[in-house]
C-alpha cells in the first residue's frame, strides 16, 4: 500500500514589528502603504497586535492576519481573543504569564486561553519565550505535560526556539538536535517563529548588507531550518498548511543591533530562503 503523503502548504507572514518607523522615523508607510508592500514582496500576510485597520487592508489584498499577544490571567483570555477576531485572525501567538509564574497557575491561563479559542472558532498558541512561564525547555515541557495529563490533550504551542538557544547556550551545528524535544508537539504546531540565532545571539542578520548571507544565517539555516521544517513535514497525517514568520525585530527593539542591515530587505530574503528550505524539506518526505 502507497504511503499517505498528505498535501502540505507553507503560508510567510511579514512580522509588522520589521516595519516599525519605516522606511524612516519620520516618514513611515501608512497601513494601506505597508500592507501593499508586503504583499509586493510575496508574503502572504503579516503578523501583527489586534489593529482593525490593518485587519481591513489585508483583507483587502487578499492577505491574512496572524495575531501576537500577552495574556496574564483567565479573566483576560476570551476578551483579548476577540479583540483579535475581530481584527480579522485565526491564528493567534500568545505569550503567556511571568517568568516566575508557576506551572500550576500557568496551566490554569493556558486552559482559558484554548478554551476561549475553541469558543470563538480560533487557535491560540503559547509561544516559547523569554520572560513568560515558557521561557526555557523544562518550564515550556512541564507545562505542556501538565496540560496533557489534565485534559488529555496536546497543548497548541508556537516554538521560537531562538530563546531557549540562548538561555541554554547552544552552538552549531547541533541546533535541532538539542532543540527538538517533544517533537510531537512540534508537529502539530500551525504557527512556528523563524528567527536565526546562535548560542549567545537571539537575532542574527540574514545578509551582510551587499547582497552576500550572513555566515551565522546559514548556519542557522542548514543546522537548524531545515531539519525543523522537514521533521514537521514528515510528522503530518493530514491536510496541513503552517504559518510561518521570519520574526526580525527592528532597531531599538532589542533584538537588530546597530551594525545590522535593513531589517525589512532582510526579512524579504529570509522568506525566500525559508520557502526554500521548505521545499526540500517536502522532497526529504
Not at 49 to 77: F, I, N, T, Y
Amino acid at each position: 500500500m502507497a504511503k499517505f503523503r498528505p498535501k502540505l502548504s507553507i503560508k510567510m507572514m511579514a512580522a509588522d514589528w520589521s516595519l516599525r518607523d519605516y522606511p524612516s522615523e519620520k516618514r513611515p508607510w501608512s497601513v494601506e502603504a505597508k500592507v501593499k508592500k508586503v504583499k509586493e514582496a510575496g508574503f502572504d500576510g503579516m503578523s501583527a497586535g489586534a489593529d482593525p485597520a490593518l485587519g481591513r487592508a489585508l483583507a483587502k489584498h487578499g492577505l491574512e492576519l496572524v495575531g501576537g499577544v500577552d495574556v496574564g490571567s483567565v479573566r483576560a483570555a476570551e476578551p483579548t481573543l476577540k479583540r483579535f477576531q475581530d481584527a480579522g485572525a485565526h491564528h493567534v501567538n500568545v505569550q503567556l504569564c511571568d517568568h516566575d509564574t508557576s506551572t500550576a497557575d500557568a496551566l490554569k491561563v493556558a486552559r482559558a486561553v484554548i478554551v476561549a479559542g475553541e469558543k470563538l472558532g480560533m487557535l491560540p498558541a503559547i509561544e516559547v519565550h523569554r520572560d513568560t512561564c515558557t521561557e526555557t525547555p523544562e518550564k515550556a515541557f512541564a507545562l505542556a505535560s501538565a496540560y496533557e495529563k489534565r485534559y488529555k490533550k496536546k497543548l497548541r504551542m508556537n516554538f521560537d526556539h531562538s530563546h531557549p538557544a540562548i538561555i541554554k547556550q547552544i552552538r552549531p551545528p547541533a541546533y535541532w538536535n538539542a532543540l527538538s524535544g517533544r517533537s510531537d508537539i512540534w508537529r502539530m504546531s500551525e504557527l512556528i517563529h523563524f528567527r536565526p540565532f546562535t548560542g549567545s545571539h537571539c537575532q542574527t542578520p540574514i545578509t551582510d548588507g551587499r547582497g552576500k548571507l550572513d555566515r551565522d544565517f546559514v548556519l542557522w539555516r542548514d543546522g537548524y531550518l531545515v531539519p525543523a521544517l522537514t521533521s514537521w513535514a514528515k510528522g503530518q497525517r493530514g491536510a496541513r498548511t503552517l504559518y510561518a514568520v521570519p520574526e526580525l525585530g527592528p532597531q531599538g527593539s532589542g533584538y537588530a543591533l546597530a551594525c545590522f542591515p535593513d531589517i525589512w530587505k532582510d526579512a524579504i530574503i529570509a522568506k525566500d530562503e525559508i520557502k526554500k528550505a521548505w521545499t526540500r524539506a517536502l522532497r526529504a518526505r
